[in-house]
């Protein structure tokens, strides 16, 4: 261990010892979000040694973070929340890496980036966020702590872990369909007192170290609740849905995670149109499969996966842009990023390679 003189306070406390800090120290633990809960949560983990910790948020800071999100200051507003909390936090403690993600977690790369993962920390604030989180959690068997916040009130719980061999308890288990959008107000609707994601992201901090370390009692199929104009809290029993569909890839990959963004129209095209497209000098053809993914191809002009889209998008030239994936569902997805960020015209191969070999 580089410095026990770091964690000497809570190495000496009844049942956590050099044991439990060995198990921070080899544990890796993905926060998705950097906002209100997502900055406790982050800075408390890296307090206490978590050793590999990512941290995905494509948002940049803004005047309105401020009275909740206490990592970031005046003078960084403009710039990318995941930079600022990973630079502060490797000052804080160099015993811990720090993986950043300045993008948003989607259907696309939610699978690659969560499997890498032992734990999952769901600091989002919009429900299909939090959904995708849980589907993909489940697909993995990835435990996760789900955390939210509104107005005076909070809400813990610890998803996805099996006691007594009985199935594990999921967030589905809790609300089966993601709400239609405008169906729950958000916290820049709603609003929220600026301490309470502060008490709630500890709180998921405390759940997630007791996960890690198997000291105490976490929040498994117990939905915590806290009031804090009362100061008072209760909590909820969960019990499993046996009407839940299972999940499977096909079944996150297809899904309606209704996005809260603006929606883009991506045309897609034929297999017939892709043919005669892809042989224009002004058509750039676009792979955005994972680089192990089969079958192996020769009429793409290149390929940027999906989890490597955001950081190679100055990549992709200034052209219209034809993208292909395996089914058809992610390369309408990078469509809608490089629409977004670099406003050229772009095409997504309906039904990907599966029609295109079919």
């Keep these: 261990m580089a410095d026990k003189d770091r964690y000497q306070r809570q190495m000496i406390l009844p049942a956590f010892g050099l044991a439990a800090q060995e198990k921070l120290l080899a544990a890796k633990v993905l926060i998705v979000g950097m906002g209100g809960l997502g900055c406790p949560v982050l800075q408390y983990l890296v307090g206490a040694g978590v050793g590999q910790i990512g941290i995905m948020d494509a948002d940049t ?3 309105s973070n401020l009275h909740r999100q206490l990592l970031f200051t005046e003078s960084e507003i403009g710039l990318s929340k995941v930079d600022q909390a990973a630079a502060k936090m490797r000052l804080l403690n160099a015993d811990v890496t720090i993986e950043q993600y300045p993008y948003h977690l989607n259907q696309s790369n939610a699978l690659t ?10 600091a ?7 959904y995708l989180i849980n589907d993909v959690c489940v697909l993995l068997n990835k435990p996760f702590v789900f955390g939210a916040v509104s107005r005076y009130e909070g809400q813990v719980s610890v998803f996805n872990i099996a006691v007594n ?5 999921n967030y589905r288990d809790l609300f089966s369909e993601v709400p239609k959008h405008g169906e729950v107000p958000s916290c820049a609707e709603a609003g929220v007192i600026g301490v309470l994601p502060g008490i709630i992201g500890a709180m998921q901090a405390a759940e997630a170290i007791k996960c890690i370390t198997g000291i105490g009692k976490p929040l498994i199929g117990r939905l915590y609740h806290y009031d804090l104009l009362q100061a008072r809290g209760f909590e909820i029993a969960i019990t499993a849905n046996t009407n839940n569909t299972p999940v499977n890839e096909k079944i996150i990959l297809e899904n309606s995670y209704v996005s809260m963004d603006d929606e883009i129209d991506i045309p897609e095209i034929t297999v017939t149109e892709f043919n005669q497209m892809r042989l224009l000098p002004e058509v750039f053809v676009l792979d955005v499969r994972e680089r192990n993914e089969y079958p192996p191809i020769d009429f793409s002009d290149a390929q940027i996966p999906m ?3 955001q950081t190679k998008m100055h990549e992709i030239p200034e052209k219209e842009i034809c993208i292909i994936c395996h089914q058809g569902i992610r390369s309408v997805y990078a469509a809608e990023q490089i629409s977004k960020q670099r406003n050229l015209k772009v095409y997504s191969l309906k039904g990907g390679l599966t029609a295109f070999f079919k």
Excluded at 113 to 122: C, E
Aim: glycine content about 0%; charged content about 30%.
């Design 165 to 169: 061999e009985e199935r594990a308890i």
């Design 307 to 309: 989890s490597e889209l």
């Design 61 to 63: 800071i803004s005047l």
């Design 113 to 122: 980036i969560i499997s890498a993962y032992d734990l999952i920390i769901d």
């Design 124 to 130: 989002t604030d919009n429900f299909p966020a939090k």
